[in-house]
């Protein structure tokens, strides 16, 4: 069983910045790809960002590409997401998720990952 801890949310003003972080349960994670969700009011789970548990390969959804990074430190287990120059639209629900198939794969879609954390909220203003 794994454990997933988000933290780092809270209320920013539009272009500024926040950095998420996710601390992990267990002595594997880093067998574990680990991805960011995120969930607005009356919306949909979406996509983020995810790192390969290799850490060699990461992916970001096109609408946070070029503002948003995601990052790991096995030695602390723990993933982060920087999020730089925010737009209210950012606002939602942030959930950390991990994946513990150790294969090849770079997944972006919510049932490929089986650990969730609590999430934290992330509100920008304009």
């Known amino acids: 069983q794994v454990q997933l801890v988000e933290s780092g949310g809270g209320l920013v003003q539009a272009g500024g910045s926040l950095r998420l972080s996710c601390a992990a349960s267990?002595?594997?994670?880093?067998?574990?790809?680990m991805g960011w969700f995120r969930q607005a009011p009356g919306k949909e789970r979406e996509f983020v960002a995810v790192?390969?548990?290799?850490?060699?390969?990461?992916l970001a959804a096109d609408s946070v590409k070029g503002r948003f990074t995601i990052s790991r430190d096995n030695a602390r287990n723990t993933v982060y997401l920087q999020m730089n120059n925010l737009e209210p639209e950012d606002t939602a629900v942030y959930y950390c998720?991990?994946?513990?198939?150790?294969?090849?794969?770079?997944?972006?879609?919510?049932?490929?990952?089986?650990?969730w954390g609590q999430g934290t909220q992330v509100t920008v203003s304009s």
């Open positions: 790192i390969h548990w290799s850490g060699t390969n990461t």
């Open positions: 267990g002595r594997t994670f880093s067998s574990y790809t």
């Open positions: 998720a991990a994946r513990s198939s150790r294969d090849s794969g770079i997944y972006t879609g919510a049932p490929s990952f089986n650990y």
